[in-house]
């Protein structure tokens, strides 16, 4: 018999048990599509994640008081806080600093805000956060109106604002702001620019924040000892270490750091935080397998039982098939075939299950669409595998039975 005649009596002999093999089919469908969901949802985050940072410079780095606290499946151990990085700190490093590079220096004033222009007003869960005239550029930000602030406006603290594309449609709609004045807390700004939409990350929402001069939010800021955020963006990756050697020696000269004393605060590069994010994210895809794996055999247990039933309600028509010359492999090349089937059957549902749920996750947290071909191509091996496993021991039973027994089965 070709493979064309065994999928053809496989599909039959499904046909004729068609409610049962669904529900096989079900389980397997709902191992492989949580499998491939989550994966998916993890592939999709990381090429978000990457292009995230790719955006800000691969060869920037930045200065704070403390670590990122990125502890995904660690020890649970919290990065150890230094003295907050002061205003007057990160101004002179910027200043002091004689190499070619551009400093941003940016800090938060408030986190849970409002804004109004007009009838209309936010809700309270918005960003200020104060910012140079380099920041919007070290943030992978880009202007979709307006302008951006100029570094006497930054050093001014003048009453200037440019709005995230979020608040800016909830304050204007399709209108534009730009040179009209908005209030939040007690100051009024003049809108000056818009930034162009761009995705969360690690939380943060830049649609849903206001910037104001760097200076401006010194003087608004909530906090009585907030910490400035310094980046540093080198020319080229060639140079980065080196620069990021010049910027240590020049910060210790700045927060008065002994000789023998460590750093009293952190340098991470841009790059370095995207790949612990990713690793961390390997904890993540570990659970998911498991979830995944421990559904699949659940199923090839379910599968292999019924093919197993399937042997035995059918023994008369193996029988009979023997008795005109089948031989065992025959028989049993057709068993496997029939879980094989069914496996893909589940594997084509749980697959499309799994990428569409996958990227809905992913495209809800700001990622992209993806069509994971790799794990489209590696489900499909799996459910073949698991066919090949639940039923060859059913087959094998199939092939060794006596055709004249078999024939006297009733």
């Known amino acids: ?10 599909l039959h002999a499904i046909n004729s048990n068609r409610l049962r093999t669904m529900l096989t089919a079900l389980i397997i469908a709902i191992g492989l599509s949580a499998l491939v969901g989550i994966l998916t949802t993890l592939d999709a985050v990381k090429k978000s994640m990457t292009e995230a940072f790719s955006s800000m410079g691969a060869n920037s780095f930045t200065i704070r008081n403390r670590g990122t606290g990125i502890r995904i ?10 003295a907050s990085i002061r ?4 101004i002179a490093f910027k200043k002091n600093l004689e190499i070619p590079v551009t400093v941003a220096v ?13 009838s209309k007003k936010s809700n309270p869960n918005i960003n200020i956060q104060g910012i140079d005239e380099n920041s919007l550029n070290a943030q992978g930000l880009d202007l979709a109106l307006g302008r951006n602030f100029s570094k006497a406006e930054a050093e001014q603290g003048t009453n200037l604002c440019i709005l995230g594309d979020d ?8 209108d534009s702001p730009i040179d009209k004045v908005i209030t939040t807390g007690n100051g009024r700004f003049k809108v000056v620019g818009v930034t162009a939409k761009k995705g969360s990350s690690m ?7 206001i910037y104001v001069p760097l200076f401006k939010a010194k003087i608004i ?15 080229n990756s060639e140079e980065t270490e080196k620069i990021i050697g010049e910027a240590t020696s020049e910060f210790r000269n700045i927060r008065k750091v002994k000789i023998k004393d460590p750093n009293n605060f952190e340098i991470s590069k841009s790059d370095a935080v995207a790949q612990t994010l990713i690793e961390n994210l390997s904890y993540v895809a570990i659970g998911g397998v498991a979830i995944g794996v421990i559904t699949l055999i659940g199923a090839s247990i379910g599968l292999m039982n019924i093919m197993l039933v399937s042997v035995t309600e059918r023994t008369r028509e193996i029988g009979v098939r023997k008795a005109i010359g089948a031989n065992p492999s025959v028989i049993r090349k057709q068993f496997l075939i029939e ?24 495209l809800l947290m700001g990622g992209s669409f993806i069509i994971p071909w790799l794990f489209i191509i590696g489900g499909f091996g799996l459910c073949v595998l698991v066919g090949v496993i639940s039923g060859y021991y059913p087959a094998k039973k199939a092939s060794k039975l006596d055709p004249v027994e078999a024939l006297r089965y009733e």
């Open 1 to 10: 018999m070709t493979y064309t005649e065994n999928v053809r009596l496989a």
């Open 106 to 118: 940016s800090v938060f004033a408030s986190d849970g805000a409002t804004a109004k222009y007009g």
């Open 73 to 82: 499946g660690g020890n649970g151990v919290r990065p150890k806080p230094f």
């Open 221 to 235: 800021n909530e906090s009585a000892n907030p910490s400035y955020t310094i980046t540093v963006m080198s020319p």
């Open 339 to 362: 879980a094989v089937v069914i496996c893909l059957i589940g594997g084509v549902m749980g697959i499309m299950f799994g990428i569409l749920l996958g990227n809905v996750i992913s």
């Open 87 to 90: 205003y007057e700190e990160a």
């Open 203 to 209: 939380g943060f929402n830049g649609g849903r924040t």
């Open 167 to 174: 608040l800016k449609t909830t304050l204007f709609g399709d």
